[in-house]
């Protein structure tokens, strides 16, 4: 009796452990949606699976381990196939997925890994408890090496089974492939040529030489704020950034670079480049309105940007090409240099000092630690001298 009593609260303390990695799952699931994994947009942003965000996939995915595993553990012959092959696909799909944020996007996303640690937790208490029947049932029936007859040996068993988890991994990581794909995005002529020339080269010339800056000209400070045209982040900060520009301006030199981590953003950066290298005077009150374009439209065209630049009384004028192009790949240089891999982010840098403060992320970017960071970076300047 005392036997049967520890098997029934060691399976129930197993289920309990189940249920809470499946809460857990859709919980992270639902937490990514936010995106407060990173405080800010990166490359994933652009990423779907089967046309849908992960975190629903996430969700409908654990949901349905739950199910599967509620219905298999009250059902009189207890079979988990169903559950057994969700568990080593969803590994597989994990595996894939970690190959993209390595490869793909080149960061990595905390609450995503943790999704990923659970599904793998699943599976190892899973095979656990595969294992500790196994044993049980061997000890039950006092059998330790015994084979019935008419049943394959071990080995060989052992290997079916192993080929079938593998199969089944695979299949997982083929779904994964075949699933995730980058949003569309309707890119104009320019936009797709600025795409093709965005590869870091280490022969560019540095930001610092470029004519793209407004404020104190003599200043030793550089202030370069980089942004994304839709990024929920960016935008949310923007007022707070742009009340402190003034005090910015009067201290330092700063300027504005486009990091298009959303692939829509590649419409509209040869209009903002445009405005930082021929028409500084109006560079914020430009980038407002492309800033309300881009929150009222999800997909942006060049010729709409301008438009809606020139209703405003906003003389523009079109860089050359080649000097946007230039620009971009500059600053993807940059962002490498300085491993900056979202938006928002400010990078201050005194010239003379080489010292460096970057800010990565909408929790750390703010007009009141720019500033500070500008003090600071003053401070050592005069240490320095």
């Known amino acids: 009796m005392t036997t049967i009593i520890k098997k029934i609260k060691a399976r129930a303390n197993l289920g309990l452990a189940f249920h809470g990695a499946f809460w857990g799952g859709i919980l992270l699931s639902l937490f990514s949606l936010s995106d407060m994994c990173t405080g800010g947009c990166s490359a994933v942003s652009d990423y779907r699976i089967f046309g849908t965000r992960f975190a629903y996939m996430g969700v409908f995915y654990f949901s349905l381990l739950a199910g599967s595993f509620a ?20 590994v597989g799909a ?14 990595w996303c905390p609450i ?21 029947d196994r044993l049980r049932q061997k000890a039950a029936s006092g059998l330790v090496e015994e084979v019935d007859k008419g049943k394959a040996k071990p080995v060989l068993r052992f290997a079916g089974v192993a080929l079938i988890c593998l199969l089944t991994v695979i299949s997982g990581f083929a779904v994964a492939v075949a699933g995730v794909k980058k949003t569309p995005v309707a890119l104009s002529s ?35 704020l980089v942004a994304d045209w839709y990024c929920g982040y960016c935008k949310k900060i923007q007022p707070d950034i742009e009340k402190s520009l003034p005090d910015v301006a009067s201290k330092a030199r700063y300027t504005w670079l486009d990091m298009p981590v959303h ?62 192009r230039r620009l971009v790949a500059e600053t993807v240089n940059f962002c490498k240099i300085h ?28 007009g009141v630690k720019i500033v500070a960071a500008i003090a600071m970076l003053q401070s050592a300047d005069t240490a320095v001298k």
């Open 71 to 90: 219905i298999a553990s009250y059902a009189r012959e207890k079979r988990y196939y169903v559950f057994d092959a969700l568990v080593l696909a969803g």
């Open 94 to 107: 994990e595996i894939y997925f970690v190959i993209i944020q390595k490869f793909g996007v080149h960061q």
């Open 112 to 132: 995503c890994l943790s999704i990923c640690a659970v599904v793998v937790l699943i599976a190892v208490m899973r095979g656990y408890e595969l294992n500790r």
């Open 190 to 224: 320019q936009a797709k040529r600025l795409l093709s020339g965005m590869a870091p080269d280490s022969l560019l010339n540095p930001l610092e030489h470029a004519d793209i800056w407004i404020g104190k000209a003599d200043s030793p400070i550089d202030v370069y």
């Open 263 to 324: 692939m829509a953003s590649l419409n509209v950066v040869p209009v903002s480049v445009s405005l930082l290298l021929n028409s500084r005077q109006d560079v914020q009150k430009g980038r407002k309105i492309l800033d309300g374009l881009t929150s009222k439209k999800q997909s942006v065209t060049d010729v709409e940007a301008i438009e809606a630049l020139k209703e405003a009384g906003i003389a523009f004028m079109p860089a050359k090409e080649g000097e946007v």
């Open 339 to 366: 491993d900056i891999s979202m938006t928002p982010s400010a990078v201050i840098i005194n010239r003379s000092t080489g010292v460096t403060k970057v800010l990565r992320g909408a929790d750390d970017v703010s």
